[in-house]
C-alpha cells in the first residue's frame, strides 16, 4: 500500500476502500460487553433495590444495544446489523427456556412437601378439609389411558400400514394423509364433546363414564400414531420388502415379518409419545367422565374422577382455608397432583427414548 | 395328469400384471383399509354428533342464553374473546419461536442444539393443567406489577386502559401462558423446514460476503415463508382450541373489550364451555355443544388451510 501513501492524486477516502479487509471487533467482544452490561445494570440495581429479574433484563437490554452500537462504529452497518439479530436470537433462546425451568422449579418445591404415601394411596371419599389423596384419579387416569391406548393403538398402526403399504399415490389415501394432519389439529374440548353427543344420543341424557372419556382420548391419540407410525414404515428400505418378495412371500406376510419388525423401536416410541401427549388432556375427561371422590374401578358405568381433572376441580374448588392457614387444603393438593402428573409425562418421554435407542436397527 | 394340462388354460384368464392373492393378503389390505376408514368416519361423525346435538342449541327459550337472548348475541362475545388470545398469544409466541427455530437451526453450537430442540420440545409435553395451575398461581401475581405499570405508563392506549387487576388473571396474563404453550408447535415446524433449506443456497450467499444475518434474509427465509406461514397458523388453531389454561388464569364475563388488564374479560369459546358445563342445564348444554360446533368449524378451517399451504409447499419442492 505504499503507492496508495505517496501518490498525491489519491484522495484519502478511495484509499481506505482500497483495503482489503474492514477492521473487526476482537473475538473477545462479546464477553467484555456482556460484562460490562451486568456490572452497568447491577448500578441501578443496588441504588433502587430491584429484584434479580429486574438486573438481568435490564443487563440484556444493554447487551443487546452496546456491541451492535460497538460494531456500527468499527465494523459498519452490516455488521452492526447482524450482531444485533444474534444477540437477539441468543436472547430469544434464554428467555424461552425461562418458563419452562420456572414452572418445573414451582411445581417440585409446591409439590414435593404434599407427596406421601397417604396422598398417593387415599381417595377423596368422605374428606373434608385437609387430608385425602389422589388414589380414585390415578386409578381413573390409568384406566381411561390404557383403554384409549387399546382403541387408537391397532386403528392408527393399520391405518398407517394402509397409508404407506397399500394406499400409496391413490386419491383416498391422500385424502387420509390429509385430514390426519387436520386431526392433529382439533381441540381437545372438541374431542370431548363429540364423545358426550355420541354416547348422549346411544344412552340417555345422564349417560357419563370412563369409557366416553377413552372415545374422546383415541379421537387425539389415533393422528399421532399414524403419523409416527407413517414416518418409521416409510424409513424401512424397499430393498427389505423386495427381497422379501422376490422369495414367494406373500404381501401380509412379508408386512408382519420384515416391515413391522424393522420398524417396531420407532413404532413403539410414537405410540409411547402419543400415551404420554393424551395422558394430560383434561378438557374432554371434564366433560365425558366427569368428577367423583370415591375409587371406580369400572369404565362403562358412573363417573371416574382423573387426574388432571382433579388437579382442575381442586384449584376451582379448593374448599376453605383452616384459620391460621393463608392456602385452602385443594390449592396443596392440586400441587402435589400437578407434581405426580409431569412426573408421569416425563418418565414416559424419557421411556419413549430409551425404547428407541433399544430397538434402533443396528447399523453396518 | 388332467392338471398339469389344465394350468396354461387357466393361466390368460387372470391380468399378467396382478399377482395372485391369497385370503391372508385380502383379510390384511381389508383391515388395514378399514382402519383408514374408520378414520374418515370418525372425522364425520365429530362433525354429524356434534350437529345433531348442537342444533337444538340454537333456539332455546331466551332465558338459557342469560345475560344475552340469542345464541348469536351469546357466541359473539366468546369468538371475540377466542380471538383476541388467540392474536395476543401469536404476536408474543412468533418472535420468539422463530428465533429459537433459527438458533437451532443456524446459530447454535451443534452440542447445544440437540438438548435445546429437546427442551423444546418438553415444554409441549407439560399438560395443558399444568400451565394453567402455574398460569393461575404463580405467573399471575407475578405479573401484577406489571399490570400496574401498563396502566401507570401506557394507559392512553386503549389496551392498557385498566383500572388494573389486582389478582392479575387477565386476559394479558392467559395470552402470556398461551403464547408459552403453542411456542413449541411454531419453533419445531420451522426448524424442520429452516434446516431444510439447499446448503448450497447458505454457502453461496456467505461465499459472496453476505454475513449470516444476511444470509439468513436472503437463502433462508424466501425458502422457508410458506412453511413459517403454516406453522404460524398451526399455532394460530392450537391458541384458538386451547382450553384449560385460560379457564382457569382468567375470571371471565361476557364482554367485548380492548382492555387487557383489568377484571372483566372477555370468555373463549373452549375456556366458557369448561367452566360453565358443570351447572349446566340439558337446555345449556345444547347451546354449550352448539358453541363447540361453531369452535370446530373454526380451528377446522384453519387448520385446513395451514395444512394445504404445506401441502403445496411440499409438491412444488418435490418438482
Not at chain 1, 460490562?36 to 440495581?45: E, I, K, N, Q, Y
Not at chain 1, 367423583?292 to 374422577?305: I, Q
Given at each position: 500500500?505504499?503507492?496508495?501513501?505517496?501518490?498525491?492524486d489519491?484522495?484519502?477516502?478511495?484509499?481506505?476502500?482500497?483495503?482489503?479487509?474492514?477492521?473487526?471487533?476482537?473475538?473477545?467482544?462479546?464477553?467484555?460487553?456482556?460484562v460490562?452490561?451486568?456490572?452497568?445494570?447491577?448500578?441501578?440495581?443496588m441504588?433502587?433495590?430491584?429484584?434479580?429479574?429486574?438486573?438481568?433484563?435490564?443487563?440484556?437490554?444493554?447487551?443487546?444495544?452496546?456491541?451492535?452500537?460497538?460494531?456500527?462504529?468499527?465494523?459498519?452497518?452490516?455488521?452492526?446489523?447482524?450482531?444485533?439479530?444474534?444477540?437477539?436470537?441468543?436472547?430469544?433462546?434464554?428467555?424461552?427456556?425461562?418458563?419452562?425451568?420456572?414452572?418445573?422449579?414451582?411445581?417440585?418445591?409446591?409439590?414435593?412437601?404434599?407427596?406421601?404415601?397417604?396422598?398417593?394411596?387415599?381417595?377423596?371419599?368422605?374428606?373434608?378439609?385437609?387430608?385425602?389423596?389422589?388414589?380414585?384419579?390415578?386409578?381413573?387416569?390409568?384406566?381411561?389411558?390404557?383403554?384409549?391406548?387399546?382403541?387408537?393403538?391397532?386403528?392408527?398402526?393399520?391405518?398407517?400400514?394402509?397409508?404407506?403399504?397399500?394406499?400409496?399415490?391413490?386419491?383416498?389415501?391422500?385424502?387420509?394423509?390429509?385430514?390426519?394432519d387436520?386431526m392433529?389439529?382439533?381441540?381437545?374440548?372438541?374431542?370431548?364433546?363429540?364423545?358426550?353427543?355420541?354416547?348422549?344420543?346411544?344412552?340417555?341424557?345422564?349417560?357419563?363414564?370412563?369409557?366416553?372419556?377413552?372415545?374422546?382420548l383415541?379421537?387425539?391419540?389415533?393422528?399421532?400414531?399414524?403419523r409416527?407410525?407413517?414416518?418409521?414404515?416409510?424409513?424401512?428400505?424397499a430393498?427389505?420388502?423386495?427381497?422379501?418378495?422376490?422369495?414367494?412371500?406373500?404381501?401380509?406376510?412379508?408386512?408382519?415379518?420384515v416391515?413391522?419388525?424393522?420398524?417396531i423401536?420407532g413404532?413403539?416410541?410414537?405410540?409411547?409419545?402419543?400415551?404420554?401427549?393424551?395422558?394430560?388432556?383434561?378438557?374432554?375427561?371434564?366433560?365425558?367422565?366427569?368428577?367423583?371422590?370415591?375409587?371406580?374401578?369400572?369404565?362403562?358405568?358412573?363417573?371416574?374422577?382423573?387426574?388432571?381433572?382433579?388437579?382442575?376441580y381442586?384449584?376451582?374448588?379448593?374448599?376453605?382455608?383452616?384459620?391460621?392457614?393463608?392456602?385452602?387444603?385443594?390449592?396443596?393438593?392440586?400441587?402435589?397432583?400437578?407434581?405426580?402428573?409431569?412426573?408421569?409425562?416425563?418418565?414416559?418421554n424419557?421411556?419413549?427414548?430409551?425404547?428407541?435407542?433399544?430397538?434402533?436397527?443396528?447399523?453396518? | 395328469?388332467?392338471?398339469t394340462?389344465?394350468?396354461?388354460?387357466?393361466?390368460?384368464?387372470?391380468?399378467?400384471?396382478?399377482?395372485?392373492?391369497?385370503?391372508?393378503?385380502?383379510?390384511?389390505?381389508?383391515?388395514?383399509?378399514?382402519?383408514?376408514?374408520?378414520?374418515?368416519?370418525?372425522?364425520?361423525?365429530?362433525?354429524?354428533?356434534?350437529?345433531i346435538?348442537?342444533?337444538?342449541?340454537?333456539?332455546?327459550?331466551?332465558?338459557?342464553?342469560?345475560?344475552?337472548?340469542?345464541?348469536?348475541?351469546?357466541v359473539?362475545?366468546?369468538?371475540?374473546?377466542?380471538?383476541?388470545?388467540?392474536?395476543?398469544?401469536?404476536?408474543?409466541?412468533?418472535?420468539f419461536?422463530?428465533?429459537?427455530?433459527?438458533?437451532?437451526?443456524?446459530?447454535?453450537?451443534?452440542?447445544?442444539?440437540?438438548?435445546?430442540?429437546?427442551?423444546?420440545?418438553?415444554?409441549?409435553?407439560?399438560?395443558?393443567?399444568?400451565?394453567?395451575?402455574?398460569?393461575?398461581?404463580?405467573?399471575?401475581?407475578?405479573?401484577?406489577?406489571?399490570?400496574?405499570?401498563?396502566?401507570?405508563?401506557?394507559?392512553?392506549?386503549?389496551?392498557?386502559?385498566?383500572?388494573p387487576?389486582?389478582?392479575?388473571?387477565?386476559?394479558?396474563?392467559?395470552?402470556?401462558?398461551?403464547?408459552?404453550?403453542?411456542?413449541?408447535?411454531?419453533?419445531?415446524?420451522?426448524?424442520?423446514?429452516?434446516?431444510?433449506?439447499?446448503?448450497?443456497?447458505?454457502?453461496?450467499a456467505?461465499?459472496?460476503?453476505?454475513?449470516?444475518?444476511?444470509?439468513?434474509?436472503?437463502?433462508?427465509?424466501?425458502?422457508?415463508?410458506?412453511?413459517?406461514?403454516?406453522?404460524v397458523?398451526?399455532?394460530?388453531?392450537?391458541?384458538?382450541?386451547?382450553?384449560?389454561?385460560?379457564?382457569?388464569?382468567?375470571?371471565?364475563?361476557?364482554?367485548?373489550?380492548?382492555n387487557?388488564?383489568?377484571?372483566?374479560?372477555?370468555?373463549?369459546?373452549?375456556?366458557?364451555?369448561?367452566?360453565?358445563?358443570?351447572?349446566?342445564?340439558?337446555a345449556?348444554?345444547?347451546?354449550l355443544?352448539?358453541?363447540?360446533?361453531?369452535?370446530?368449524a373454526?380451528?377446522?378451517?384453519?387448520n385446513?388451510?395451514?395444512?394445504?399451504v404445506?401441502?403445496?409447499?411440499?409438491?412444488?419442492m418435490?418438482?
Open positions: 500500500m505504499t503507492t496508495a501513501g505517496t501518490s498525491p489519491l484522495s484519502p477516502d478511495l484509499a481506505a476502500s482500497m483495503r482489503l479487509s474492514r477492521p473487526r471487533l476482537p473475538r473477545w467482544a462479546p464477553i467484555l460487553v456482556a460490562l452490561s451486568v456490572a452497568a445494570a447491577g448500578l441501578p440495581t441504588l433502587l433495590g430491584w429484584s434479580l429479574f429486574g438486573w438481568l433484563a435490564l443487563a440484556l437490554v444493554l447487551f443487546v444495544a452496546l456491541l451492535p452500537a460497538w460494531s456500527l462504529a468499527v465494523e459498519g452497518g452490516r455488521s452492526a446489523v447482524d450482531r444485533l439479530m444474534t444477540a437477539l436470537i441468543w436472547s430469544a433462546f434464554g428467555v424461552a427456556v425461562l418458563p419452562l425451568v420456572w414452572l418445573i422449579w414451582t411445581v417440585v418445591s409446591k409439590g414435593a412437601s404434599v407427596i406421601s404415601v397417604q396422598f398417593l394411596t387415599y381417595s377423596m371419599y368422605n374428606v373434608v378439609g385437609s387430608g385425602g389423596g389422589i388414589y380414585h384419579a390415578l386409578i381413573g387416569t390409568l384406566l381411561v389411558t390404557a383403554a384409549a391406548a387399546v382403541l387408537s393403538i391397532p386403528i392408527g398402526i393399520f391405518a398407517a400400514i394402509y397409508l404407506v403399504e397399500y394406499g400409496k399415490g391413490t386419491r383416498l389415501g391422500r385424502w387420509i394423509t390429509f385430514l390426519v387436520v392433529t389439529g382439533i381441540p381437545s374440548i372438541v374431542a370431548g364433546l363429540f364423545a358426550l353427543s355420541l354416547f348422549v344420543l346411544l344412552f340417555g341424557p345422564q349417560f357419563r363414564a370412563g369409557f366416553g372419556g377413552s372415545v374422546a383415541s379421537l387425539l391419540m389415533i393422528p399421532i400414531v399414524v409416527s407410525t407413517e414416518e418409521m414404515l416409510r424409513l424401512v428400505p430393498d427389505l420388502r423386495e427381497a422379501s418378495y422376490a422369495l414367494g412371500v406373500p404381501k401380509w406376510r412379508t408386512i408382519t415379518k416391515v413391522l419388525p424393522t420398524a423401536g413404532i413403539i416410541t410414537g405410540v409411547t409419545l402419543a400415551i404420554a401427549r393424551v395422558i394430560g388432556e383434561t378438557a374432554p375427561l371434564l366433560v365425558i367422565a366427569g368428577k367423583t371422590d370415591g375409587t371406580n374401578f369400572n369404565l362403562f358405568n358412573e363417573r371416574m374422577s382423573t387426574l388432571p381433572v382433579y388437579i382442575y381442586s384449584f376451582t374448588q379448593p374448599g376453605i382455608a383452616p384459620p391460621g392457614v393463608s392456602e385452602p387444603p385443594g390449592i396443596a393438593r392440586a400441587w402435589g397432583a400437578a407434581l405426580v402428573l409431569i412426573v408421569i409425562v416425563m418418565v414416559l424419557l421411556l419413549a427414548r430409551v425404547i428407541g435407542k433399544i430397538f434402533a436397527p443396528k447399523k453396518g | 395328469m388332467s392338471a394340462t389344465s394350468v396354461p388354460e387357466k393361466a390368460p384368464e387372470r391380468p399378467a400384471a396382478k399377482p395372485p392373492r391369497s385370503r391372508g393378503d385380502r383379510l390384511f389390505s381389508g383391515a388395514a383399509r378399514a382402519a383408514g376408514l374408520t378414520i374418515l368416519a370418525a372425522l364425520a361423525g365429530v362433525f354429524i354428533f356434534l350437529t346435538e348442537g342444533v337444538p342449541g340454537l333456539s332455546q327459550p331466551t332465558s338459557t342464553y342469560a345475560p344475552n337472548h340469542d345464541f348469536l348475541s351469546y359473539g362475545p366468546l369468538i371475540y374473546g377466542t380471538i383476541l388470545a388467540a392474536v395476543l398469544a401469536l404476536l408474543l409466541a412468533v418472535p419461536a422463530l428465533g429459537i427455530a433459527l438458533f437451532i437451526s443456524h446459530y447454535a453450537p451443534r452440542r447445544l442444539a440437540v438438548p435445546v430442540a429437546y427442551v423444546i420440545d418438553l415444554l409441549a409435553a407439560v399438560p395443558s393443567v399444568v400451565f394453567g395451575l402455574w398460569g393461575a398461581r404463580s405467573l399471575a401475581t407475578w405479573l401484577v406489577p406489571l399490570h400496574a405499570w401498563l396502566y401507570g405508563h401506557l394507559s392512553w392506549l386503549p389496551f392498557f386502559a385498566g383500572p387487576s389486582v389478582t392479575g388473571r387477565t386476559i394479558f396474563t392467559a395470552g402470556i401462558v398461551l403464547a408459552i404453550m403453542i411456542l413449541p408447535i411454531i419453533t419445531a415446524i420451522s426448524r424442520e423446514v429452516f434446516a431444510q433449506t439447499p446448503r448450497l443456497d447458505q454457502e453461496a456467505l461465499a459472496l460476503g453476505a454475513t449470516r444475518w444476511e444470509m439468513v434474509r436472503m437463502s433462508v427465509f424466501p425458502y422457508a415463508r410458506s412453511g413459517m406461514v403454516s406453522a397458523m398451526l399455532g394460530l388453531g392450537r391458541a384458538l382450541g386451547e382450553t384449560m389454561a385460560v379457564a382457569m388464569v382468567l375470571s371471565a364475563s361476557p364482554v367485548v373489550t380492548l387487557l388488564i383489568s377484571n372483566t374479560n372477555p370468555a373463549t369459546v373452549a375456556s366458557n364451555i369448561a367452566s360453565s358445563f358443570a351447572e349446566a342445564t340439558p345449556k348444554l345444547h347451546v355443544i352448539a358453541t363447540g360446533l361453531v369452535l370446530f373454526f380451528t377446522f378451517a384453519v385446513f388451510a395451514a395444512r394445504w404445506v401441502g403445496r409447499n411440499e409438491r412444488r418435490a418438482r
